[in-house]
């Protein structure tokens, strides 16, 4: 049944150009990956719903950008996160902070290792 989340997927997300407008769009300063988490948090803020409907289906062929660049990817993932958490980051817990630590370390071995971004 059709439910409240804080999330759905950037590609899947519909969202009113009215809406999206007001909120300023995307911020520029999130590359890629962080973009669209930084919206919903402004997003449900606002006081704005975000709703999944299971009915719908989309066919997201994802991470094909991705694999074509990964050392990349990864970087800017991370760069992303660190932006994000900057922005946002006096709302979390230092657990959070500690897992972006982990994931900056972890950040070589995502690079080297099977595609799992």
Not at 70 to 85: G, K, M, P
């Given at each position: 049944?059709?439910?409240?989340?804080?999330?759905?997927?950037?590609?899947?997300?519909l969202?009113?150009?009215?809406?999206?407008?007001?909120?300023?769009?995307?911020?520029?300063?999130?590359?890629?990956?962080?973009?669209?988490?930084?919206?919903?948090?402004?997003?449900?803020e606002?006081?704005?719903?975000?709703?999944?409907?299971?009915?719908?289906?989309v066919?997201?062929?994802?991470?094909?950008?991705?694999r074509?660049r990964?050392?990349?990817?990864?970087?800017?993932?991370?760069?992303?996160?660190?932006?994000?958490?900057k922005?946002?980051g006096?709302r979390?817990?230092?657990?959070?902070w500690?897992?972006?630590?982990?994931?900056?370390?972890?950040?070589?071995?995502?690079?080297?290792?099977p595609?799992?971004?």
């Open positions: 049944r059709p439910e409240k989340v804080e999330q759905v997927y950037a590609s899947c997300w969202v009113r150009r009215r809406d999206f407008l007001e909120l300023g769009g995307l911020d520029t300063g999130l590359p890629i990956f962080f973009s669209d988490v930084d919206l919903a948090q402004r997003f449900a606002r006081g704005k719903l975000t709703l999944y409907y299971p009915e719908v289906r066919l997201h062929l994802g991470g094909a950008s991705v074509k990964r050392a990349r990817s990864v970087i800017e993932s991370h760069r992303s996160f660190y932006r994000y958490l922005k946002h006096c979390y817990s230092p657990l959070l500690l897992g972006g630590l982990l994931l900056a370390v972890a950040a070589p071995l995502r690079v080297l290792g595609m799992s971004l």
